[in-house]
Every structure is written in C-alpha cells, then in structure tokens.
C-alpha cells in the first residue's frame, strides 16, 4: 500500500514536500517514482529513485534540477522536495512502486500506486 501526502496550494515560486508512506512489502527491495496528472492530462513521470539504501535519483527535463526524490529505509517513506514551484507544476501526484532495480519514468514499468495527492501552484 503507498499512500501520499504534503500536497496543497501554494504560490509560485514556492515549496512543498511530498511523502509517500510503504507498507505491506519490502520497501527496500523496490524502486520507486513519482508522476503527475494534469486535468485533460496524461500521467508524466517526474522523478525516479532506484531500489537499496543509496538510491539514485532520475528527473524529468520539466523538473530537473528544482525537485529532489529521496526515500528513509527505515520509515518506508519516499520523499518528493519540490522547489521553485510554476504553475505548470499543479496537479495530481502519484507515488508508484515495481519490484526492480530501477524503474524509470515510464508507468508501465510500475506495478503499485498510490491514491494521489493535489498539488496547485498559483
């Protein structure tokens, strides 16, 4: 189960954390990825983080450099630090998570999601 949280409003140029909470596999064993859905939109991933202690992060061109993925072995919860936020940044947040050792940023290679949580950026 992955359930998301840290979404909201807020203005551009702005910050937010998002988190996503594990649980009911081994956490470690699985990378993970956030996505995005826009209104109209189709699901972008955003940001990917290969599986073990010292994941290693992939970004979108959009984002690169702004967002920064991280996960706590020990809480069984990613992170999503996303700064400098636009307002081409708003919409539905997804944490997802396969069984392999890097995902990518493409959802087809994901075989878990969470519920999503609403990101505007105003």
């Known amino acids: 189960q992955l359930v998301e949280s840290g979404g909201g409003s807020v203005q551009a140029g702005g910050s937010l954390r998002l988190s996503c909470a594990a649980s009911g596999y081994r956490y470690a064993s699985y990378c993970m990825g956030w996505f995005r859905q826009t209104p109209g939109g189709a699901r972008e991933g955003v940001a990917s983080i290969t599986r073990g202690t010292n994941g290693v992060g992939g970004y979108s061109d959009s984002v690169k450099g702004r967002f920064t993925i991280s996960r706590d072995i020990a809480e069984n919860t990613l992170y999503l630090q996303m700064t400098s936020l636009k307002p081409e940044d708003s919409g539905i947040y997804y944490c997802?998570?396969?069984?392999?050792?890097?995902?990518?940023?493409?959802?087809?290679?994901?075989?878990?999601w969470g519920q999503g949580t609403q990101v505007t950026v105003s």
């Open positions: 997802a998570a396969a069984n392999l050792w890097s995902c990518g940023l493409g959802q087809e290679r994901y075989n878990y």
